[in-house]
C-alpha cells in the first residue's frame, strides 16, 4: 500500500519526544502495510537509529561547492568579496583569499567574476546512510564533528524520499536554518511539545515558524500529566489543534532507557500511535 | 605612518577594545601628524560571521601599516596579512596609552593569532 505524503515532526524545545513520534509513526504506519521512508534530519545529533536499529545499506558522502582561485587569471577586481555576504571570499590588497568553512557554497563568485578565475571545489561535510529497519527505509545524516553548517546534508538526507513514501521526518530541535530545511515544502508538521513553561514558550515560537513558511501543523502533547494543562490552554487559545496527548509514564522512560519504543514496549501504546498517525493523515490530506 | 587601535569609543580617551573584529570602533592615528579619525565598526560588531575578515578589509582602505589591539584569532590575522598590515596584540588601558606603548617599541608584533576564532 502507497500514500505519497511527507509529515515533519519537529518542535522547539529539544527533548520534548520528537525521535520517540517519529520513530513510533514510521514503525506503525510500515506494520499498517504503508511503504515507509523514516529520515533523521538532526545531523547533528542524530538518536533515531538508537531505537530503529537498522542495517546499514549505502553511505554517501554529502559536500558543498568552494571556491578556487586561479590567481594567474584573477584580475584583484573585488567583484566576489562584494557578492559574498558571509566573508568566505575577500579580495584584499590585490589578493583573493578564501575561508571554505564559512562559505555558504551558494556559488555567487564563481558567477560575477568576470574573467572566470572562479571555479569549485567540493567541501565534504558529512555523511548520509541509507539502510532497512524491519519494514522501514531508514535514512540517515551525519554532520562533520566541528561542522557548523547542516541545510545541504539536511536536504541530501530528504532527497532520498521516493515518490510513494509515506515519509516521516525527524527535524532537530528549535527553529533554525537545519529546521527550516527539514520541514520546508512538506505535507504536514507535527510538533511535539511538553505541558512545562519551558516546553510552551518554545512551542509558540516553533508554531510562528510553520505559520510563516505556510504549512499545515497540529500539536501531540509528550508527558502528558493530568491537570496540567499549560500546553492544552495555550493550543486552545490559538486555536491548534491537539493531535494526541501522550502520559508521563515511567514505563515509557524506562523502554526508552533500554532504546525501545513505547509502542513494542508498554501495553496501549500501539494503540495511541495508531490513533495519532490516523489523525495526522487525516489532517494532512485536508 | 597610520595605525589602527580598536576601541571601545570614539577618541584617544576610550578604553581599548580587545577584540579585533568586533571592536565597536576602529581610530586611525597619523603619527606623523597625531590627528586621528575613528570608524564605527558596528556593522561588524553585529556580524553573523566574518567579523574579523570585515574589520581587516575595513581596516586596509584607510592605508594602514599597523593594528594595535588585544587580541586577534586566525582568519584576522590571515587578511590582515594579506594586506602587508603588522598586527601588536595585548593592548589594554586607553587608546592615547597603546599608542604611547607602540611608540614606545613596548608592544611586541604578532606572529600569528593569540586567541582561537569565535566562528569555526
Request: charged residues 20%; neutral net charge.
Amino acid at each position: 500500500m502507497t500514500q505519497k505524503l511527507t509529515i515533519a515532526v519537529a518542535s522547539g524545545k529539544g527533548g520534548t519526544g520528537k525521535t520517540t513520534v517519529s520513530a513510533s509513526l514510521a514503525c506503525i504506519a510500515a506494520d499498517a502495510g504503508y511503504k515507509t521512508a523514516y529520515l533523521d534530519c538532526d545531523v547533528e545529533e542524530p538518536n533515531g537509529h538508537l531505537f530503529l536499529k537498522p542495517i546499514i545499506q549505502y553511505r554517501h558522502m554529502v559536500g558543498i561547492p568552494v571556491p578556487v582561485v586561479d590567481h594567474e587569471k584573477c584580475t584583484a577586481c573585488g567583484s566576489c568579496g562584494e557578492i559574498c555576504q558571509y566573508s568566505a571570499i575577500v579580495c584584499i590588497n590585490k589578493n583573493v583569499l578564501t575561508f571554505d568553512k564559512m562559505c555558504h557554497g551558494c556559488g555567487g563568485c564563481s558567477l560575477v567574476c568576470p574573467v572566470g578565475a572562479i571555479t569549485e571545489n567540493s567541501r565534504n561535510i558529512g555523511v548520509v546512510e541509507t539502510g532497512t529497519a524491519g519494514k522501514v527505509a531508514f535514512y540517515h545524516g551525519k554532520l562533520n564533528v566541528g561542522e557548523a553548517f547542516s541545510p545541504p546534508l539536511v536536504k541530501a538526507v530528504r532527497s532520498a524520499i521516493q515518490d510513494d513514501d509515506l515519509a516521516i521526518i525527524d527535524a532537530s530541535p528549535g527553529t533554525s536554518c537545519p529546521v527550516i530545511a527539514a520541514v520546508k515544502g512538506v505535507d504536514f508538521v507535527l510538533l511535539v511539545t511538553e505541558p512545562t513553561p519551558f516546553g510552551v514558550n518554545d512551542l509558540e515560537i516553533a508554531a510562528d515558524m510553520v505559520k510563516k513558511l505556510c504549512l499545515p501543523y497540529a500539536v501531540v502533547i509528550n508527558r502528558h500529566i493530568p491537570g496540567y494543562t499549560l500546553a492544552r490552554d495555550f493550543c486552545r487559545a490559538k486555536g491548534i489543534r491537539i493531535l494526541a496527548e501522550i502520559p508521563d509514564d515511567r514505563r515509557v522512560a524506562e523502554a526508552y532507557s533500554k532504546g525501545m519504543l513505547p509502542h513494542s514496549a508498554v501495553p496501549g501504546y500501539r494503540e495511541l500511535f495508531e490513533g495519532l498517525l490516523n489523525a495526522v493523515m487525516k489532517e494532512a490530506r485536508q | 605612518m597610520k595605525v589602527v587601535v580598536t576601541s571601545t569609543g570614539k577618541d584617544l580617551e576610550s578604553k581599548v577594545d580587545p577584540r579585533f573584529g568586533r571592536a565597536n570602533w576602529l581610530i586611525v592615528f597619523d603619527t606623523e601628524t597625531n590627528q586621528h579619525q575613528a570608524i564605527n565598526n558596528e556593522q561588524n560588531l553585529n556580524a553573523g560571521q566574518g567579523a574579523g575578515i570585515q574589520s581587516a578589509e575595513n581596516i586596509s582602505r584607510h592605508g594602514v601599516e599597523a593594528v594595535i589591539t588585544g587580541n586577534c584569532g586566525p582568519k584576522a590575522f590571515r587578511t590582515l596579512g594579506a594586506a602587508g598590515i603588522r598586527i601588536y596584540c595585548g593592548a589594554d588601558g586607553t587608546v592615547s596609552e597603546a599608542l604611547e606603548k607602540f611608540k614606545s617599541g613596548k608592544l611586541k608584533q604578532a606572529d600569528g593569532a593569540n586567541v582561537e576564532g569565535h566562528w569555526i
